[in-house]
């Protein structure tokens, strides 16, 4: 394993654990709010907006540090090859290897946050219904974190 290849990866896994970190402080300050309706959507205090938008900025933060540098390097430490390849097949050869449980949780994970970054003021209903999955479900994010994160550990980084 590069020495380069194994800092990038330890430096996206502290950025993960820091992401973690503030996913778990705000879902559990956010855990009196949900479920929401589409009316209590529409009478959320500037407080509570606050905690909403870092949920789902970390959220997205941590997404796209797994899917743009984490998963990517960790296959190409799994597979020896570092050419590119698309990003299905890096799901698909993390799936194989049991990092991650599914290919179609993470696009399921990725569509509820491709829903959030649209914002339409009209559909108060459809955005509450999006949170709500959303607060249910990041946690599968984080159990493919941990996973990757564990699998680098004890089957990647050399030991000595």
């Not at 402080?25 to 009316?39: C, H, Q, R």
């Not at 097949?89 to 599914?102: F, M, V, Y």
């Not at 607060?135 to 550990?153: D, G, N, P, R």
């Amino acid at each position: 394993m590069s020495d380069i290849l194994q800092l990038k990866i330890e430096a996206v896994l502290q950025e993960g654990d820091a992401h973690l970190l503030r996913l778990a402080v705000g879902t559990e300050k956010l855990a009196a709010v949900f479920p929401l309706s589409p009316e209590s959507f529409g009478a959320i205090a500037d407080d509570t907006v606050s905690l909403l938008d870092q949920f789902i900025y970390r959220f997205t933060k941590l997404q796209d540090a797994m899917g743009t540098r984490l998963f990517p390097a960790l296959v190409s430490m799994i597979t020896g090859n570092d050419d590119p390849r698309p990003f299905i097949d890096t799901l698909n050869q993390l799936e194989r290897a049991g990092i991650i449980s599914s290919v179609e949780t993470w696009q399921t994970l990725r569509v509820l946050r491709n829903n959030l970054a649209h914002d339409y003021p009209d559909s108060k209903a459809q955005c509450a219904a999006t949170l709500n999955m959303l607060f249910v479900q990041w946690h599968q994010l984080e159990a493919m974190f941990i996973s990757a994160k564990t699998y680098y550990k004890e089957k990647l980084l050399p030991h000595t």
